[in-house]
């Protein structure tokens, strides 16, 4: 597996283990207690690099107005991105091709497969971010779900006019 990071829950299972092992053991000798205090450490920078993560895609995690300010300027910065791979000649990255791309759709796909499982880890460790993130979490969701709903439906009341006026 050599240096890839580990699962939080996967090393925090192993740490468990070892302090179960120590307590059975009666401390079990500096062994134990080395290989406890390794494990330690490994899950804590497992911890601060995934909050950081975390606080780095966090924009679906706070209120509607401040996710939509700067979910707005990511999308932007995706599509300069794009339009500076094409200018180039360069294959267009995922999410930056501005022809392609609905923000609506892009925006529930990012909660719903990045957003929420992040967060409802975070939780799982944190109960706070159930009670105060998860809710903004969710209404963004919702508002990215009316947003989607509210053009396609507008799409298709343009489509139906041009139907009526030919």
Known sequence: R?????????ILAQTIDVT???QANGNGGDSSQSKLE???KQLADVII???LHAAD?????KTEDLALYWGGNVISEFLAQGD???EMGLPISPLCDRDTVKRHDSQIGFIKFVIQPTFELIGEIIPRVKEDIMPAVDNNLEYW???KLR??????KESLSGIEEE
Do not use: H, Y
Not at 2 to 10: E, K, T, V, Y
Not at 151 to 156: E, G, K, V, Y
């Open 2 to 10: 050599g240096n890839a990071p580990q699962p939080i829950l996967s």
């Open 20 to 22: 179960n092992e120590l």
């Open 38 to 40: 390794q494990k330690r």
């Open 49 to 51: 690099k995934f909050l």
């Open 57 to 61: 895609i966090s924009n679906s995690a």
């Open 84 to 86: 500076k791979e094409k």
């Open 145 to 147: 779900k009316r947003e």
């Open 151 to 156: 053009l396609s439906t507008s799409d298709i």
